[in-house]
């Protein structure tokens, strides 16, 4: 019994390290892997374009700030979840107290609950 640290499927690997191949952190020779994986495997491919699509959001917060409210929300529950499935350290965490405080209707604007960062 020597196989566990192989008994992953080879989808399984890729998905770990799909979020540094995006990064651009990968080895050469790792990227080389991935890639070859996602022209191989059209479930990766589409899992590797819909999370390239969170990291471009991810890096252009400014857009979740400047959109709908409901699609905001959406947004912010899909990267958290996507944060939790790639169990990355995270950043700040904000506890989930989803503020639906005092609600004065009116204004289009309201406090951004996005953590942002005072540097
Ligand atoms: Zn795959």
Redesign the pocket.
């Known amino acids: 019994m020597e196989a566990s640290a192989l008994a992953v499927?080879?989808?399984d690997a890729?998905?770990e390290r799909i979020y540094e191949f995006l990064d651009g952190e990968l080895s050469a020779e790792e990227d080389a892997e991935v890639r070859r994986?996602?022209t191989?495997?059209?479930?990766?491919?589409r899992?590797a374009t819909r999370d390239g699509a969170f990291l471009r959001v991810l890096e252009q917060r400014v857009a979740i700030d400047r959109a709908p409210p409901a699609l905001r929300e959406r947004l912010i529950a899909l990267l958290a979840a996507a944060r939790a499935t790639a169990g990355a350290p995270g950043e700040g965490d904000e506890g989930g107290a989803g503020g639906a405080g005092s609600g004065v209707g009116g204004g289009p604007r309201r406090t951004p609950d996005w953590p942002t960062d005072p540097s």
Do not use: T, V
């Open positions: 499927s080879p989808c890729i998905a994986h996602l191989a495997c059209a479930s990766c491919a899992a």
